[in-house]
Structures are given as C-alpha cells and as structure tokens.
C-alpha cells in the first residue's frame, strides 16, 4: 500500500526520477499488477482455486487499487506528447477485464 501511495503522491514532485519513466511500462505494469493481484471480482469464481488466506480486505484493495489508479493517472497527463499508447493499453484492460460489482440482496422484513 504505501508503495503506491508513494507513487501516486511524493514520487512524482522528484522530476528527474519521475520524468526518465517510460508511461507505457509504468500503465501495463500497473494493469498486470490490477488484473492479477488485487481485482476485487475473483477472475477464476468458475474454479476452486484457493484464494491466498494473506490476501488483503476488499476495503484495502480497493484503496491500493485507488493509488494505483492515481499514479497511472500521473504518468499519463504528465508525459510529453501524445498518450495514444497508454489510453489504448488502459481501453485494452477495460475492454477485457469484467469486475462484476456485487448486488446486495434485498431483506424483506
């Protein structure tokens, strides 16, 4: 968590760091990151794959996944020139990533 909260805040006023990063790598780590690790409607719910017991709170993932987004926010709105790359990549995950929100069933009383 603090790794990209760090990114997302502090990393990005170091301008000599921050700018020598190629947005594209940055995005499609990120996404990867995203879609493998901390996705919030299991991708395998068809399976009966055990899922990791250290894995953290919906609550915690859906913050980190909030830096995360916030970073790669960052490095698209800040790098030179045209994004065409990285809004591709992000409408690549998008396009093919379906995290079903969960439906809360109604109580009758």
Do not use: C
Not at 38 to 53: E, F, K, L, V
């Amino acid at each position: 968590m603090r790794l990209y909260t760090y990114l997302a805040t502090e990393f990005v006023t170091y301008n000599e760091i921050y700018h020598s990063i190629q947005p594209i790598s940055g995005i499609i780590q990120t996404l990867h990151t995203l879609k493998n690790f901390y996705w919030i409607a299991n991708p395998n719910r068809q399976s009966n794959q055990h899922i990791d017991d250290n894995r953290p709170t919906r609550e915690q993932i859906i913050e980190m996944r909030r830096y995360m987004l916030l970073y790669m926010k960052q490095l698209v709105i800040s790098s030179p020139g045209t994004q065409e790359e990285e809004l591709q990549t992000i409408l690549n995950y998008l396009h093919t990533v379906h995290e079903v929100k969960k439906k809360k069933k109604n109580k009758f009383i």
